[in-house]
């Protein structure tokens, strides 16, 4: 079964300082695996994907995240925060085969809070 | 190139109403995936649409339903409606089933 787990519902941070955000997953077959972010009465933007490729994977806005098999992770970093990175931040897995094909299970979020 | 579009943004019905949702995908993009976002359950997967056929189900009651167009576009609708289900519902669209899917702004539904 896929499954998602986000280790954090809140994450708060000041403004140039490194933002850390902590997913796990689960997954029946090889995974895709997603960062989308949610700004206020906004709809999902796309950070960055995993697909099987390079286990670093760069997204915009200077975020990225790496995947480790061994320790079924898939956490976000950013090197220095910044006020408009507040918002949901949403780890996502979707398998490339199977019958859920097509199907993104979502973790419960992590709000980032972003002080001056 | 334009993104995926909903309509209408936002809605007010009462209970017992039905209601349907309108998504345009990005132009050229053939899959199209709806979801039900909500406080208390989070984001939920309804269903997922490609060649106009139907081809994976959240665990959703039969009130909900959809159907997608040979344009790609895609409708959803809630028959019935109840409180529970007032919620943000976004549509997604993919060049196909295995690419990244990019979300729509949303239709906010308030059931009163």
């Known amino acids: 079964a896929q499954s998602v787990t986000q280790l954090d519902s809140h994450v708060s941070v000041s403004e140039g300082t490194p933002v850390l955000l902590r997913c796990n997953y689960s997954?029946?077959?090889?995974?895709?695996l997603f960062w989308y972010v949610q700004h206020p009465n906004k709809g999902l933007q796309l950070l960055l994907k995993y697909t099987s490729a390079a286990t670093l994977v760069k997204g915009i806005n200077g975020f990225e995240a790496e995947f480790k098999k061994s320790e079924t992770s898939f956490h976000l970093t950013k090197p220095s925060a910044h006020m408009s990175d507040a918002a949901e931040y949403f780890c996502v897995v979707s398998d490339l085969r199977g019958s859920t094909l097509g199907r993104l299970y979502f973790g419960r979020g992590t709000q980032l809070t972003v002080w001056p | 190139k334009a993104g995926v579009t909903q309509t209408p943004r936002y809605l007010i019905k009462t209970r017992g109403q039905q209601v349907t949702l309108s998504c345009s995908p990005i132009?050229?993009?053939?899959?199209v995936s709806w979801y039900q976002q909500t406080p208390g359950q989070g984001l939920q997967f309804l269903f997922e649409y490609f060649s106009e056929t139907q081809r994976n189900k959240g665990n959703f009651p039969g009130r909900f339903s959809g159907r997608q167009f040979s344009n790609s576009r895609s409708e959803m609708n809630v028959s019935t409606l109840e409180l529970g289900d007032s919620a943000l519902y976004l549509c997604a669209s993919s060049f196909d089933r295995l690419s990244e899917q990019y979300f729509g702004p949303g239709t906010r539904l308030t059931v009163t």
């Open positions: 132009s050229g993009h053939r899959s």
């Open positions: 997954s029946s077959y090889s995974p895709s």
